[in-house]
């Protein structure tokens, strides 16, 4: 072995006891609320666009991408899994947005990168598939949503950006709300008694005992919304 290999090869190993010395220290600050160096997320980021070009590049858009039924069926799911961390068209930001690190994205807003447009469906398809690791974005396939659904949310994705605040309401009371097929007993409907807005068009017996979701009757006057409150001093303002 001659001795620039030896020199490269002790320079390797030092590196990485140090990098184990450092990760036993617990010198990586894991918190959602410390961001990492710019050049760590430049990296980061550079990786997982890498990562999902290589899986997505061959995946094909459906033909009937742009059509309307399609775009009103996603609006429905988008608007009952999506909202809350990518947000509606004018909506304020959320607090689980606030506090996810990466933040997810507006996907009201144009994307800062001009991609090929069939490559941006791909893509799109690919990550809400299969999630991306430990940043909060779920692979929706494993909680049972089938690609032509996956594919539904795609549609409504790619419309989104150019929707207004009205148009974007409009569009999900059009729809079935949360409706993706896929998972047992994840048809349409929801009916878990809660307090889902968009969820009670299921007809009248939405509530009743026959469904096992339902709340138990009691003899209390109408509920009143107990909603979402934080104690008392904390500020914050829906
Ligand atoms: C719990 C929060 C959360 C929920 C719920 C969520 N996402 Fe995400 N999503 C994220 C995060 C965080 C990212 C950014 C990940 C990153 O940059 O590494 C992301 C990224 C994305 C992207 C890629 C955006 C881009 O162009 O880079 C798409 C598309 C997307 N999500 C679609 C969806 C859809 C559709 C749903 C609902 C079915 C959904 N997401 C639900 C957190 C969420």
Same mark, same amino acid.
């Given at each position: 072995?001659?001795?620039?290999?030896?020199?490269?090869?002790? !320079? #390797?190993?030092?590196?990485?006891?140090?990098?184990?010395? #450092?990760?036993?220290?617990? @010198?990586?600050?894991?918190?959602?609320?410390?961001? +990492?160096?710019?050049?760590?997320? =430049? !990296?980061?980021?550079? @990786?997982?666009? =890498?990562?999902?070009?290589? =899986?997505?590049?061959?995946?094909?858009?459906?033909?009937?991408?742009?059509?309307?039924?399609?775009?009103?069926?996603?609006?429905?799911?988008?608007?009952?899994?999506?909202?809350?961390?990518?947000?509606?068209?004018?909506?304020?930001?959320?607090?689980?947005?606030?506090?996810?690190?990466?933040?997810?994205?507006?996907?009201?807003? &144009?994307?800062? @990168?001009?991609?090929?447009?069939?490559?941006?469906?791909? =893509?799109?398809?690919?990550?809400?598939?299969?999630?991306? &690791? @430990?940043?909060?974005?779920?692979?929706?396939?494993?909680?049972?949503?089938?690609?032509? #659904?996956?594919?539904?949310?795609?549609?409504?994705?790619?419309?989104?950006?150019?929707?207004?605040?009205?148009?974007?309401?409009?569009?999900?009371?059009?729809?079935?709300?949360?409706?993706?097929?896929? !998972?047992?007993?994840?048809?349409?409907?929801?009916?878990?008694?809660?307090?889902?807005?968009?969820?009670?068009?299921?007809?009248?017996?939405?509530?009743?005992?026959?469904?096992?979701?339902?709340?138990?009757?009691?003899?209390?006057?109408? &509920?009143?919304?107990?909603? +979402?409150?934080?104690?008392?001093?904390? &500020?914050?303002?829906?």
């Amino acid at each position: 072995m001659n001795k620039t290999l030896i020199t490269v090869a002790a !320079l #390797a190993a030092v590196g990485a006891a140090s990098g184990a010395v #450092a990760f036993y220290a617990g @010198a990586i600050n894991i918190a959602a609320d410390e961001p +990492h160096h710019p050049l760590t997320y =430049r !990296l980061l980021e550079f @990786a997982r666009e =890498r990562s999902i070009a290589v =899986r997505a590049g061959d995946i094909k858009p459906p033909i009937d991408l742009a059509n309307s039924e399609r775009v009103r069926r996603g609006s429905g799911n988008y608007d009952a899994m999506c909202v809350g961390c990518h947000l509606s068209p004018d909506a304020d930001d959320s607090e689980i947005r606030k506090g996810l690190y990466p933040t997810p994205p507006r996907l009201a807003e &144009k994307p800062a @990168a001009a991609l090929d447009p069939q490559f941006a469906e791909a =893509r799109q398809f690919w990550i809400i598939k299969h999630g991306i &690791k @430990a940043s909060g974005m779920p692979a929706w396939s494993k909680g049972g949503m089938e690609d032509e #659904a996956i594919w539904d949310l795609v549609a409504f994705v790619q419309k989104l950006p150019g929707l207004t605040a009205a148009d974007y309401r409009t569009l999900v009371a059009s729809s079935e709300g949360h409706s993706h097929g896929g !998972l047992d007993g994840h048809h349409d409907g929801h009916a878990h008694g809660d307090d889902h807005g968009h969820h009670d068009h299921d007809g009248p017996d939405h509530v009743d005992h026959a469904d096992p979701h339902a709340e138990a009757p009691t003899s209390a006057p109408p &509920k009143e919304k107990k909603g +979402h409150t934080h104690p008392p001093g904390f &500020k914050h303002n829906h």
